[in-house]
T-cell receptor
Framework: AQSVTQLDSQVPVFEEAPVELRCNYS??????LFWYVQYPNQGLQLLLK??????LVESINGFEAEFNKSQTSFHLRKPSVHISDTAEYFC????????????FGTGTRLQVTL | EAGVAQSPRYKIIEKRQSVAFWCNPI?????LYWYQQILGQGPKLLIQ????????DSQLPKDRFSAERLKGVDSTLKIQPAKLEDSAVYLC??????????FGPGTRLTVT
């Protein structure tokens, strides 16, 4: 079984400032890791994923996350946030295999202000 | 390609009534998931289908919840009878390879 801990329920930040959203996971097997973003009244959208290979993964809108196996972490970062990044961010984990389900964290609300 | 479609978007019912949600996955996606997202929490998997067979329904409250996926395409999730604690957003997702799931906009259920 897997579990995900998102340490911060809310992160307020000023526009153009850097941000880090923390995610730690627990699993007895090898995992895949994901970050999803949820804008108000919308479904979840995949932001980025780690399946294998390079431990640093990037999204098209400037976010990046680094898989750290020794610390069982997958923190999400962005060097300069925009107002439009205001949303709920969910970290998720799944085990290897075609039947593996996603286990989500409780989410982090990123609030970007001027 | 068209995304995952869900209907209705919003539903308000009284406790002990029944309700049904519909989901149409992305064409060609064999795997379909239903999640329950209670306010302030992450989504929780209720049931996973592979084509029209159930892969995982371990967290589905089977005394009141049921789901089916006829012909391996669209799916319905039913609650009968509803309880106050069933108030949540019900998300449907689909996947081609189970490594990346695509989510629909969800159905927000309010039970009064």
């Amino acid at each position: 079984a897997q579990s995900v801990t998102q340490l911060d329920s809310q992160v307020p930040v000023f526009e153009e400032a850097p941000v880090e959203l923390r995610c730690n996971y627990s699993s007895s097997v090898s995992v895949y890791l994901f970050w999803y973003v949820q804008y108000p009244n919308q479904g979840l959208q995949l932001l980025l994923k780690y399946l294998s290979g390079s431990t640093l993964v990037e999204s098209i809108n400037g976010f990046e996350a680094e898989f750290n196996k020794s610390q069982t972490s997958f923190h999400l970062r962005k060097p300069s946030v925009h107002i439009s990044d205001t949303a709920e961010y969910f970290c998720a984990v799944s085990g290897y295999g075609t039947a593996s389900k996603l286990t989500f964290g409780t989410g982090t609300r990123l609030q970007v202000t001027l | 390609e068209a995304g995952v479609a869900q209907s209705p978007r919003y539903k308000i019912i009284e406790k002990r009534q029944s309700v049904a949600f519909w989901c149409n996955p992305i064409s060609g996606h064999a795997t379909l998931y239903w999640y329950q997202q209670i306010l302030g929490q992450g989504p929780k998997l209720l049931i996973q289908f592979q084509n029209n067979g159930v892969v995982d329904d371990s967290q589905l409250p089977k005394d009141r919840f049921s789901a089916e996926r006829l012909k391996g395409v669209d799916s319905t999730l039913k609650i009968q009878p509803a309880k106050l604690e069933d108030s949540a957003v019900y998300l449907c997702a689909s996947s081609r390879d189970s490594y990346e799931q695509y989510f629909g906009p969800g159905t927000r259920l309010t039970v009064t």
